[in-house]
């Protein structure tokens, strides 16, 4: 055998697994990129899904009045958040819109979250006014 050969031979050997592993690459890319998509398009859907959601479009729709939510929030959260907002049992609300959205805070007044916070069911207009006084805090 000559040198020249066996060169041509370790090419061959060489070049063969790594053609091999750049398939599988490009399968594990595939498939990442797939679940990349699944959960992009799961979220987007959720996200639709809620603010398509009727009531949440009604009380979006409503412009709210700071006063009367005011008095709503101090007869029906002022127990657990304080008359200021400022924390009991439940946690301050000063700066709660810069965390929250308006469709997370009125999914918060509507779930409940976790326990303690009980589920309210405000009529869309008190819902905007209680939105509209949260959003001062
Ligand atoms: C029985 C006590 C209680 C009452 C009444 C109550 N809450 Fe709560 N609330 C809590 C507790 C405890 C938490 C924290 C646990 C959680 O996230 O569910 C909380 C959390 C929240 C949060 C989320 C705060 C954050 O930093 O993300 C918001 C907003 C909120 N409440 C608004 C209200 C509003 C508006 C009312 C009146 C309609 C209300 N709560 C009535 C106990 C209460």
């Known amino acids: 055998m000559t040198q020249e050969t066996l060169n041509d031979q370790r090419m061959e050997t060489s070049a063969a697994p790594s053609a091999e592993s750049g398939w599988g690459w490009g399968r594990w890319v595939a498939i990442a990129l797939g679940f990349i998509v699944a959960i992009a398009v799961g979220f987007i859907a959720y996200h639709q899904v809620q603010v398509s959601d009727p009531y949440i ?7 709210g009045d700071v006063d009367r939510g005011q008095d709503i929030f101090r007869l029906n959260c002022a127990t657990c958040h ?4 400022s924390g009991e049992v439940g946690p301050s609300l000063q700066g709660v819109s810069e965390r929250k959205s308006r469709v997370q805070l ?7 979250g ?3 916070m009980p589920q309210f069911q405000p009529n869309a207009r008190d819902m905007a006014d209680l939105l509209e006084f949260l959003e001062t805090l």
Do not use: F, N
């Open 57 to 63: 479009q009604s009380v979006l729709a409503l412009e």
């Open 114 to 116: 976790t326990p303690p």
């Open 82 to 85: 304080g008359l200021e907002a």
């Open 106 to 112: 009125i999914q918060q007044v509507v779930s409940g």
